[in-house]
């Protein structure tokens, strides 16, 4: 069955420092997504993208994130200058667009910002 | 405002026993109500759906769920737990359209005593 897969599952990095997270959304899908989840507080949306351009965001996807489709298979989270607030869980999930919004989501990456 | 409200962070359940998860939400359209499931180190599976017709929905793993538009809530249901089903458990609402944003309940966690 096909599935969303995320790299690394866990990424420890430095206040500051540039981390790129990486999904492989489901092939046949074309909306994409990220969401996150700080330990102990709920999933929240950050932004969908589809056709190469944003579709929504939230109010926590500032400047300091941005997302691509670098090739034909990926879809990265890239957050510019890290801060603490920004440990997390980041999910990816990826929707077929058929009129539904049903979202398969990706095992998560973990990251630690120190 | 949009939200999900999942009442019960922690439930233990004798394996066997039936379970009952409880999720109220509020939202100004029509809801398209998720429940999914993660276990430990995976990402979050889609247990059922429901967007119309039949209140009651069948999902995967024997769950199925009750839409109540008069109480606003989508609670989840199986009849006999098994240990395997340990896992925590998110409710989440959206509308019914591709590239737009889940949100979720803070979720249940589900602990299965033998």
């Known amino acids: 069955e096909p599935e969303v897969t995320q790299t690394p599952s866990h990424q420890v990095t430095q206040m500051g420092q540039e981390v790129i997270l990486r999904c492989v959304p489901i092939?046949?899908?074309?909306?994409f997504y990220w969401y996150r989840q700080i330990l102990g507080q709920k999933v929240e949306f950050l932004v969908s993208?589809?056709?190469?351009?944003?579709?929504?965001k939230s109010e926590i996807f500032d400047d300091q994130f941005s997302v691509e489709r670098p090739d034909g298979s990926n879809f990265t989270l890239k957050i510019r200058s890290t801060k603490l607030e920004d440990s997390a869980m980041y999910f990816c999930?990826?929707?077929?667009?058929?009129?539904?919004?049903?979202?398969?989501f990706g095992p998560g990456t973990r990251l630690t910002v120190l | 405002a949009q939200s999900v409200t999942q009442p019960d962070i922690h439930i233990t359940v004798s394996e066997g026993a039936s379970l009952e998860l409880r999720c109220n939400y509020s939202y100004g359209a029509t809801p398209y109500l998720f429940w999914y499931v993660q276990s430990p180190g995976q990402g979050l599976q889609l247990l059922l759906k429901y967007f119309s017709g039949d209140t009651l929905v069948q999902g995967i793993k024997g769950f199925e769920a009750e839409f109540k538009r008069s109480q606003s809530s989508f609670n989840l249901r199986k009849p006999s737990v098994h240990w395997s089903d340990a896992a925590e458990y998110f409710c989440?609402?959206?509308?019914?359209?591709?590239?737009?944003?889940?949100?979720f309940g803070k979720g249940t966690t589900l602990s299965v005593s033998s």
């Open positions: 989440a609402v959206g509308p019914n359209q591709a590239g737009t944003a889940l949100i």
């Open positions: 092939s046949n899908h074309l909306y």
């Open positions: 993208f589809y056709n190469n351009e944003i579709s929504e």
């Open positions: 999930a990826s929707s077929d667009g058929l009129g539904l919004n049903e979202q398969f």
